[in-house]
């Protein structure tokens, strides 16, 4: 996975996913949503088969970049506790 940076200020991010999916990109998106002082996280795919996926984060209070951070590190920490459940069975 790759992130390519396309705009940034103070409360905008717009960044591509290179290499990813919907699958990916909706947990991503739906992380970025409960960050608090996320206002509007979403994403497109323009072609589905050839088409990177282009983030766009706008918050209010809390830097965008910071807000990702946040986002990714709550993923992971949900994705290591699936994983530990998972070896439970």
Sequence with gaps: MEIKILEESKTKLTFQLLGETHTFCN???NELLSVKGVE????????PLVGVPQFLIETKG???RK????????L???ADEFKAAV???
């Design 27 to 29: 947990a991503v998106k």
């Design 40 to 47: 509007i996280a979403t994403y497109r795919i323009d072609h």
């Design 62 to 64: 809390v830097e965008p």
């Design 67 to 74: 807000a990702l951070k946040t986002a990714l590190k709550n």
């Design 76 to 78: 992971q920490k949900k």
């Design 87 to 89: 070896k439970k069975l």
